[in-house]
């Protein structure tokens, strides 16, 4: 996908979920299994994982995640269908990314930029977020996957919220490091989306 320039906008969530949707039984169909044995490798309901192939609903990030790990992907290649580097090609000794120019995916709530894709084997996931959410109320669960969570604050104002009860307010450039496998949430502060920079491991 070519980068967009300031001009272009961005594309609606109807078009990142049918992507989405092209990526997942494209990797599936590439492992030869049915969307009962993707059910059931990842844990994610066979209807939810049809709606995902249609393009017909938006997911967490925390299915998002489980998706992939079933697949062996990492997130963002799930969400790109550029996908990795070639298998057999030279590994990269960097992958450049280009904050406008790399997939999208919006879940209601965030939406999602993956960068650096074309790194194989990657062993952390960063992704550039806008956390459109306000309210703790606009989520049916708190979000948890594996691993760890880093985020700094590019733009704005977040609240995370955890499921134990604690909640920190980061600013501005300030960062926050947590156990992802700890159930959480980010709403935004004050009337603009705040943008955020997040790096996941497991």
Same mark, same amino acid.
């Given at each position: 996908?070519?980068?967009?320039? $300031?001009?272009?906008?961005?594309?609606?969530?109807? $078009?990142?979920?049918?992507?989405?949707?092209?990526?997942?039984? +494209?990797?599936?169909?590439?492992?030869?299994?049915?969307?009962?044995?993707?059910?059931?490798?990842?844990?994610?309901?066979?209807?939810?994982? @049809?709606?995902?192939?249609? +393009?017909? &609903?938006?997911?967490?990030?925390?299915?998002?995640?489980?998706?992939?790990?079933?697949?062996?992907?990492?997130?963002?290649?799930?969400?790109?269908?550029?996908?990795? $580097?070639?298998? #057999? #090609?030279?590994?990269?000794?960097?992958?450049?990314?280009?904050?406008?120019?790399?997939?999208?995916? @919006?879940?209601?709530?965030?939406?999602?930029?993956?960068?650096?894709?074309?790194?194989? +084997?990657?062993?952390?996931?960063? *992704?550039? #977020?806008?956390?459109?959410?306000?309210?703790?109320?606009?989520?049916?669960?708190? &979000?948890?996957?594996?691993?760890?969570?880093?985020?700094?604050?590019? @733009?704005?104002?977040?609240?995370?919220?955890?499921?134990? +009860?604690?909640?920190?307010?980061?600013?501005?450039?300030?960062? $926050?490091?947590?156990?992802? #496998? *700890?159930?959480?949430?980010?709403?935004?502060?004050?009337?603009?989306?705040?943008?955020?920079?997040? *790096?996941? @491991?497991?």
């Amino acid at each position: 996908m070519p980068a967009r320039s $300031a001009r272009t906008p961005a594309p609606a969530p109807e $078009a990142d979920r049918v992507q989405l949707g092209l990526s997942l039984r +494209g990797h599936r169909k590439a492992r030869r299994l049915t969307l009962k044995d993707l059910s059931g490798r990842s844990g994610v309901a066979l209807s939810t994982l @049809s709606k995902m192939e249609l +393009g017909q &609903i938006s997911v967490s990030y925390e299915k998002l995640a489980a998706v992939a790990r079933a697949l062996a992907l990492d997130v963002g290649q799930l969400i790109d269908a550029r996908g990795a $580097a070639p298998p #057999g #090609g030279a590994a990269p000794v960097v992958a450049w990314s280009e904050a406008d120019g790399e997939a999208t995916y @919006s879940s209601g709530h965030y939406d999602y930029r993956a960068l650096a894709n074309g790194f194989p +084997g990657k062993r952390m996931t960063p *992704v550039l #977020g806008r956390v459109m959410a306000r309210q703790r109320e606009q989520f049916p669960d708190f &979000i948890r996957h594996p691993g760890q969570e880093f985020v700094t604050v590019l @733009s704005g104002r977040v609240r995370i919220e955890f499921e134990t +009860g604690e909640i920190v307010e980061v600013g501005r450039h300030e960062s $926050a490091y947590f156990n992802s #496998g *700890v159930g959480h949430i980010y709403t935004s502060l004050g009337r603009a989306d705040a943008r955020i920079l997040v *790096v996941m @491991s497991e």
